[in-house]
């Protein structure tokens, strides 16, 4: 799958996915339609509804909302454990504990990129402590994705969960992860 983004980012009502892939592409498809409920309609920012757009395009603008987004990653619990691939039993003594890590990346507008790793906690996907924080100046809050990624060691994906950064609220909050094919964990 292509990159979304820069056709929502043009006003683009409508970007074509190939939603049998479980990439980046669809889970931020997902997250973009969060912000109504999932209905699969969201209203356009107000600069792209107006008619005096910059010459070099939506893209470029920088709107004069400018805030940095600061994100503590606290902890986890409950992911899923790696299966020892050699054995296919269920078993208890057959599950090796992970190493997992959050990435966190921002994207949007060009100017909106940015990317932040805490680090690995060893054997412990139980209740994973990170307690790690990031600040990124974001410029156009109403553009901007936030793609949580939860990984092992070996970059194999645990759990994702793509949110608007419109949306992200003050506070302690608890993100609901979501397989690669954007299916709830439980």
């Not at 339609?33 to 010459?55: I, M, T, W």
């Not at 805030?67 to 790696?82: C, D, M, N, Q």
């Not at 950064?165 to 709830?184: E, K, M, N, T, W």
């Amino acid at each position: 799958n292509f990159d979304p983004v820069p056709a929502w980012n043009a006003g683009c009502q409508m970007v074509a996915l190939n939603y049998q892939t479980n990439s980046p592409a669809v889970w931020l498809s997902h997250g973009k339609f969060l912000d109504n409920g999932g209905c699969g309609f969201v209203l356009k920012p107000r600069h792209l509804r107006s008619d005096a757009l910059p010459q070099d395009g939506p893209e470029d603008l920088a709107v004069a909302q400018q805030r940095t987004l600061r994100v503590k990653i606290i902890s986890g619990h409950y992911l899923a454990p790696s299966l020892d691939l050699e054995n296919d039993s269920p078993e208890r003594e057959n599950f090796v504990a992970a190493d997992p890590f959050v990435e966190l990346s921002v994207t949007g507008a060009k100017f909106d990129s940015h990317a932040f790793r805490t680090r690995a906690v060893r054997k412990n996907s139980f209740n994973p402590v990170w307690n790690q924080t990031c600040r990124m100046h974001v410029e156009n809050f109403d553009l901007a994705l936030a793609l949580f990624q939860v990984k092992d060691s070996d970059d194999s994906l645990l759990g994702q969960a793509c949110l608007p950064v419109s949306s992200i609220r003050p506070g302690y909050r608890v993100v609901p992860l979501r397989s690669a094919a954007c299916a709830p964990l439980r």
